[in-house]
């Protein structure tokens, strides 16, 4: 059997793992690049295990990132992100990773597409060519290499390593474009009636990605829940994808609920807020009400997230931000701007700030910091046969 070899790197970001490759090895036919991702990460696969393939099985691990060298005014480097599907033959394109931007420097000086400091801090100018938006990040850099060992610990993430702080300038706009704004319906409050479920309260941003926020108690949920409660629980999967998919349509991203479920399972992400509560981490650490201003839990690809996706925690530190969302009603940031929240994983930190401007809010930044490593590098192999049309 005869395999194709194609440069690669195998990264965690976050709490995210992805395939990275650079655009000049992958075919410029969208189809047939997509075609050689989805074998790569061995999807689509009836088991739901991708395990003839990279992919993790899960939305955090089933993903792929493209690079290049940026032709966009004051950027470095061009990022494409797609969310694979595990069962079905679907890489989503939609949307961004906001846990794998921080490893985008690291591969990016890694593969020498852009020049480096040899010691300090190399500020990486990141297009983020799918949400069409800015990313700067702040890789440290030792003896000409990218450091990855620290003390920075991420919950979500095992060891310990080299923080890596991310900023989003303006990850959203309120502009005229309802498809785009930074409130698509122009409003930080929507009340939807969703079929089979009736009028829930909803705030639908895009920030770092679409997203959209639900109080837990709207759900019924306490928004303490662990991975295994919700998504063990398929009735409950189907009312949060019932509820997704037509925020979807009401924020312009899909013509039907139907479309939404079948084309665009990345974003918009779904999250319920709640009130500080006790809970207990996945590891087994008791995290307290009084360590953190709320609770978040976020659904990806349809299912609960382990952790926090990046971009979610752009949208929820810029919903916080602003008054009338879902997530103000439940928190504010204090006078930095920094919101603590708890998730399955932990507990995380994010910044943001927001201005009004002749009745429109804008986002100024959003800013979080993460980790990066390489876990592998060289070639993948695909099989040729499978390529075959």
């Known amino acids: ?6 440069p690669a790197l195998y990264m965690r970001g976050g709490t995210s793992k992805g ?14 690049r997509d075609a050689i991702l989805l074998r790569v990460i061995g999807s689509p696969d009836p088991y739901g295990k991708q395990i003839d393939g990279m992919g993790g099985a899960t939305s955090s691990t089933s993903k792929v990132v493209i690079l290049s060298r940026s032709r966009q005014p004051g950027c470095d480097i061009d990022y494409l992100f797609g969310a694979g599907s595990i069962g079905s ?12 931007a921080a490893a985008v420097g690291p591969a990016a000086i890694h593969w020498g597409l852009l020049p480096a400091p040899r010691a300090g801090l190399a500020t990486v100018r990141i297009w983020q060519v799918n949400t069409r938006s800015h990313i700067i990040a702040q890789v440290p850099m030792r003896d000409g290499e990218v450091v990855e060992e620290g003390g920075f610990r991420l919950d979500g993430v095992s060891f310990p390593g ?3 702080a991310l900023q989003f300038p303006d990850p959203g706009s309120d502009g005229e474009d309802a498809a ?4 698509p319906t122009g409003r930080p409050l929507d009340r939807l009636d969703i079929p089979g479920i009736g009028k829930l309260e909803l705030t639908l941003i895009n920030a770092g990605n679409p997203a959209v926020f639900v109080d837990a108690a709207a759900l019924g949920l306490r928004g303490d829940e662990s991975q295994e409660q919700v998504n063990g629980d398929a009735d409950l999967l189907a009312r949060c994808e ?40 996945a590891d087994g650490r008791a995290v307290s009400a009084r360590d953190i201003d709320l609770n978040v839990r976020i659904l990806s ?11 979610g925690a752009v949208a929820l530190a810029a919903a916080a931000a602003i008054p009338g969302t879902v997530v103000r009603r439940r928190a504010q940031p204090d006078a930095q701007g920094r919101l603590r929240f708890g998730h399955p994983s932990g507990t995380m930190t994010v910044s943001a700030e927001a201005e009004q401007r002749d009745g429109h809010w804008r986002v100024l930044y959003a800013g979080m910091s993460r980790s990066a490593r390489r876990l592998m590098e060289g070639v993948v192999l695909v099989p040729e046969r499978d390529l075959q049309p």
Not at 89 to 100: E, H, M, R, T, Y
Not at 180 to 183: A, I, N, V, Y
Not at 247 to 275: C, H, I, N, W, Y
Not at 301 to 311: E, N, Q, R, S, V
Request: glycine share 6%; with cysteine; proline share 6%.
């Open 1 to 6: 059997m005869t395999q194709r070899k194609i």
């Open 301 to 311: 690809m349809g299912k609960l997230h382990h952790a926090m996706t990046g971009t």
């Open 180 to 183: 785009t704004g930074l409130f």
């Open 242 to 281: 019932a509820v997704r998919a037509h925020a979807a349509v009401a924020m312009g991203l899909a013509a039907s609920a139907q479309e939404a479920t079948d084309q665009r399972p990345a974003t918009p992400k779904l999250a319920f807020v709640a009130s500080p509560r006790d809970y207990r981490a």
């Open 89 to 100: 033959p679907v890489i989503d394109w939609s949307g961004s990773c906001g846990n794998l």
């Open 162 to 164: 080299a923080e890596i």
């Open 19 to 32: 395939v990275f490759f650079r655009a000049e090895d992958l075919p410029a036919d969208a189809a047939r």
